[in-house]
């Protein structure tokens, strides 16, 4: 497995190109400014890469998986012959190669001294950034110098339309219009008619005359230029790109064209400085220092880079999908991994933006609704995959991991229901964090009531028991599904149900009229409601008072006990050891669930508790091939239970999920919600952050290498710096804005 070749705090470099591996840098080196992503491909193209860039909201009907974001037209083409040979990393000798992703600012660079098949020896050097400060703006900057030679050099800057997902093609031509030194192409996709419009302007700077062409070629304008270079006179220039879709802009076109016309290149120096202005801005907000750990902070650095990259500042009708914007995985399609996992960090140090994901699900409302219509329930059931509209979009049958000609049923979209607890949740924390009195009093507040009405509808009374109880689901550990009563779900609806009141209460006494609008709008009688605490009473939640153990879910002591230890050496998931069906017959675990839930409600439960479940379930638990989500929650709960050095394994296996690929899956897009959870461990777990409604506090578990840990959070619209040393656990201090 290829690792980084060098650590440094702030870049991620890669000193040697192994064609193998590939697919897993590109999504490493994937670069974006949270309104598009491209991944870290050549400019020039390679066999068998991963091309893909994708934008919030560009979603297109496909087979299978319903929609998915559809990869964008090329704007990365870049194709240099150098004395009439075609660069290319597939033939001639590669003598140096070197790419750097600087996480201070996106900027993404190649050095390379290759030797042509014909002996030419040329230095190249690429660099790119998508600009923070101007979203619709990419740039690319390249020179080309021959060491021993000098002749023609044609650059070929090219806006590619042919592009597919996978082989499956989105995108229609609409229009395009190609000048010597400026083209643009429009393109549309076939069932969702989105436009994107892109523009392309290339500028070139060399000592000689430089001859230029523009191919008109229909969906593919080309730019060309010629000009001869020599050791002495090496050639360089830019590709500036603009990139609008018809989801910002009426009419993308026009403003991509009125940007090529005002363009004044050389762009770079200037675009540069605004980019790097806004990235120093988010560092100021986000960064976590760690101290006496290359590995850790590079990772966690990476992992803060990833999420900023793809949280969208502009639009609240989006939300980060849950491998970002950075692979095809999972197709763009949101989980409750952006809530749980990722949007912590957000609410923390970039409550704005926390507010536009949140808002997302408030857009996507109506697809809630149908779903629990559908299904017969009442109120809002958030889908378990979510895409532009909120209906549910998760994949019923899949190609099995196995065996591709056989089929598997996935089940997540009509039994994992604990997501619509798990945005209330979110929504909830944020407004604790920020006392976003407005976003709860207009958005959110709608958002808790009809999801808890679902709740309520959802709940069946088992009269034998005289309880209510939920069957027929499936808890964040997916290796076992259709469980009756998962705790999970119970405790979280039933704070849920109890949250739902407390907001009603919030709204009667703070906004009387908001109460009355909602309370009609919604139907919410003095019936319903009293019915909502009936089930709040009654709701079996689990908790064994001898043992203080948590049952998963009913009859899971009683299946068969299964004990990672005793499964090694292994180097595959319990799911492909035992099958499916053998899995979910165990004990074995995909990834937190007790623990999740304890987590998630602290206030809840003893230190007893906590300590006897995480003493039953960490060994039951696949943290190495099971699901990424889970070695962060692990390491919090292992801090939680004072051991940290334990709490450390977890996290780096979290830390390490992308950088080291360590599913070997990376190249299907970065793992959001692990990155998410790395900046949670840190905070949550060896920080030891705790919040409730009165304030916060810390209580630090450091690994006995780290020798400082230090970073900001905002409460309630006041910075708190905190700084932990090993000497002086949790010095805290609120920094002026
Ligand atoms: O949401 C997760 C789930 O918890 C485990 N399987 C993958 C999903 C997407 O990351």
Redo the contacts with the bound molecule.
Sequence with gaps: METPTSRSLWHIEQSHFDPQNQRHWETVFTIGNGVFCARGVFEEGYRGEERAAFMHGLFDDVPIHFTELVNLPDALELELFLAGERFSLEQGTLLEFHRRLDLRTGLLERRIRWRSPQGRTTRLHFQRFISLADPHLMLIRFSIHPLDYQGQVEIRAGLNGETDNLQFKHWEWQDQATSPAQARLTCITRKTHLTVALGTYLHIESQADVEREGWDVRNHPVLVARTQVSPEQPVSGEKIVYLYSNRETANPAQIVQARLTQTNAPLWDKAWLAHAIAWQREWEACDVIIEGDEEAQQAVRFSIFHLLIAAPRQDERVSIG??TLSGY??RG?V???TEIFMLPLFTYTRPEIARNLLSYRWHTLEGARRKARRNGYKGAQYP??SAATGDEVTPTWVPHFADPTQLIRIW?GDI?IHISADIAYAIRQYWQATGDDTFMRERGAEIILDTARFWASRAEWNPDLERFEYTDVIG?D?YHDHVDNNAYTNYLARWHLNTALEILEWLKSHFPETYADLAQRLELTPEELAYWQKVIAHLYCPLDAQTGLIEQFEGYFQRKDVLMADLEPRNVSVQVLFGIEGANQTQAI??PDVLMLLYLLPDQFSTEVVKANYDYYTPRTDHTFG???GPSIQAIMACRVGRPQEAYEHFMRAARADLENVRGNAEDGI???SAGGVWQAVVFGFAGLQVSDSGWSLKPTLPSHWKRVAFKFMWRGQPIYVEATPQNPSQTHEVSP
């Design positions: 849950a491998k995985g999972y399609h989980f409750w991994d378990w995959e997540t994992e964040p997916e995909k990834q699901s990424s989500l793992h959001g919600a």
